[in-house]
């Protein structure tokens, strides 16, 4: 739908910064659902290194959209520290993608939230390639990713996360 509007635009429209913006998203932009297999990225983590999503492959995942000036987002990390410490020797990982600009912040708050898994950002903020991959237009957003690539749930936060990580993975 997106798509068929942005095609009609003028080209003047189309070469302003919002018309570059939506052709980014188009361009990006994955029907991402339950049920659906993941849809890779990379981007750098805390230590410059790059990481893909497809690293984690074989494994759980929580790919986690969140950003340091999200407050839901930092209120949702205690409980992440914690099904993390609970769950990593079973085969499950975090993912966050934090959607900032300021890598200090960024930084600042994955130390604060003692986040100890893998935590990446391309610091372009709300237009992070990751969240526009997976359509993320509201912090925090998260996706659980079966170790086959599946997508099981989407949104699973507090005790829906801790059951639903306890059916999974006994």
Same mark, same amino acid.
């Given at each position: 739908?997106?798509?068929?509007?942005?095609h009609?635009?003028?080209? #003047?429209?189309?070469?302003? $910064? @919002?018309?570059?913006?939506? #052709?980014t998203?188009?361009?990006?932009?994955? !029907?991402?659902?339950?049920? +659906?297999?993941? &849809?890779?990225? %990379?981007?750098?983590?805390t /230590? +410059?290194?790059?990481?893909?999503?497809?690293?984690?492959?074989g494994? @759980?995942?929580?790919?986690?959209?969140?950003g340091?000036?999200?407050?839901p987002c =930092? %209120?949702?990390?205690?409980?992440?520290?914690?099904? @993390?410490?609970?769950y990593?020797a =079973?085969?499950?990982?975090?993912?966050?993608v &934090?959607?900032? #600009?300021?890598?200090q912040?960024?930084?600042?708050?994955?130390? #604060?939230d003692?986040?100890?898994? !893998?935590?990446?950002c $391309?610091?372009?903020? $709300?237009?992070?390639? &990751?969240?526009?991959? @997976? +359509?993320?237009?509201?912090?925090?957003? /998260?996706?659980?990713? /079966? !170790?086959?690539?599946?997508?099981?749930a989407k949104?699973? =936060?507090g005790e829906m996360?801790?059951?639903?990580? &306890?059916?999974?993975?006994?």
């Amino acid at each position: 739908m997106v798509a068929s509007l942005f095609h009609n635009f003028t080209p #003047e429209i189309k070469n302003t $910064d @919002y018309g570059k913006n939506i #052709e980014t998203f188009i361009r990006l932009n994955k !029907e991402i659902k339950i049920g +659906g297999q993941f &849809a890779d990225f %990379e981007q750098t983590n805390t /230590n +410059g290194k790059k990481i893909r999503l497809s690293d984690f492959k074989g494994k @759980y995942v929580l790919l986690d959209f969140w950003g340091s000036w999200c407050l839901p987002c =930092r %209120e949702e990390s205690p409980n992440l520290v914690k099904v @993390y410490k609970a769950y990593k020797a =079973r085969e499950f990982e975090i993912l966050g993608v &934090a959607a900032d #600009e300021n890598k200090q912040s960024w930084l600042k708050a994955v130390k #604060e939230d003692k986040m100890t898994w !893998e935590n990446v950002c $391309d610091l372009k903020g $709300d237009k992070n390639e &990751a969240a526009l991959i @997976y +359509g993320i237009s509201a912090y925090p957003t /998260n996706y659980l990713i /079966n !170790e086959k690539g599946i997508i099981v749930a989407k949104n699973l =936060r507090g005790e829906m996360l801790e059951k639903k990580l &306890a059916k999974l993975l006994p």
